[in-house]
T-cell receptor, first 114, second 113 residues
C-alpha cells in the first residue's frame, strides 16, 4: 500500500522554467491537496480538490495551477518558476467528513528555483 | 483570526524527560485539533487529535490537553525518547476538512540520549 506518491523528490529549476509536480494516491480518497512548507511558516495550502472534477484555491495559489486528472491523481504546475517558489511541496489526500479521518501526506518534493 | 500560534520554535529534552508544546488559536469555530509529526525527509503524519468536547486525550506516551475557554491546546510527550526527535505541527480545522486546516509553524524537538 503506497499511500500518497509524489514525483519528483528533488528538482532544480531556473527562473522562468515550468514544471509539473505529480501526485497519486491509492486510498480511494475523494479530496486531495497541495501544500508548501517553508521554514517557520508551517504548511500552507496552495490548491485543493474536494472531489474529482473540482479544484479550488487555497491560501497561496498565485503562480500555480492544478489539474485533478482523475480520482487518483492531482498535479501541480508552475508555469514560470520564481525564486519565491523555492520550497518543499507536499501532496495530501483525505476522506473528509468522517469523524476521525486524517490527511495522508506524500514524502514531498524539494524544489529550488535559481 | 485564522492563525494558530505554536511555541516553542525548538525544544531540547533529555531522554526520559517530558516534552511540552503549546498552541493557541482565535477562531472559536475550530472544532478539530490534530497534531502531526514529521521526520526529516518525510511528510507529516497524524500523531493524535482531539475535539473540543473533551479536555484531554491520551495515546500511549502522547497526551493532548485542551483548554476551550483559553483557546489553547498542548502536546505532552512523556518519557521522551531519541526516536521522538522530529518536527511537530499543531493544526486546527473546522469540521476536519483538509482545506480548512490551519497549521502552526512547527516545533523542532530534539531528544538527547
Amino acid at each position: 500500500n503506497a499511500g500518497v506518491t509524489q514525483t519528483p523528490k528533488f528538482q532544480v529549476l531556473k527562473t522562468g522554467q515550468s514544471m509539473t509536480l505529480q501526485c497519486a494516491q491509492d486510498m480511494n480518497h475523494n479530496s486531495m491537496y497541495w501544500y508548501r512548507q517553508d521554514p517557520g511558516m508551517g504548511l500552507r495550502l496552495i490548491y485543493y480538490s474536494a472531489s474529482e472534477g473540482t479544484t479550488d484555491k487555497g491560501e497561496v495559489p498565485n503562480g500555480y495551477n492544478v489539474s485533478r486528472l482523475n480520482k487518483r491523481e492531482f498535479s501541480l504546475r508552475l508555469e514560470s518558476a520564481a525564486p519565491s517558489q523555492t520550497s518543499v511541496y507536499f501532496c495530501a489526500s483525505s476522506e473528509p467528513g468522517r469523524l476521525n479521518t486524517e490527511a495522508f501526506f506524500g514524502q514531498g518534493t524539494r524544489l529550488t528555483v535559481v | 483570526q485564522q492563525q494558530v500560534k505554536q511555541s516553542p520554535q525548538s525544544l531540547i529534552v533529555q531522554k526520559g524527560g517530558i516534552s511540552i508544546i503549546n498552541c493557541a488559536y482565535e477562531n472559536t469555530a475550530f472544532d478539530y485539533f490534530p497534531w502531526y509529526q514529521q521526520f526529516p525527509g518525510k511528510g507529516p503524519a497524524l500523531l493524535i487529535a482531539i475535539r473540543p468536547d473533551v479536555s484531554e486525550k491520551k495515546e500511549g506516551r502522547f497526551t493532548i490537553s485542551f483548554n476551550k475557554s483559553a483557546k489553547q491546546f498542548s502536546l505532552h510527550i512523556m518519557d521522551s525518547q531519541p526516536g521522538d526527535s522530529a518536527t511537530y505541527f499543531c493544526a486546527a480545522s473546522i469540521g476536519n476538512y483538509g482545506q480548512n486546516f490551519v497549521f502552526g509553524p512547527g516545533t523542532r524537538l530534539s531528544v538527547l540520549p
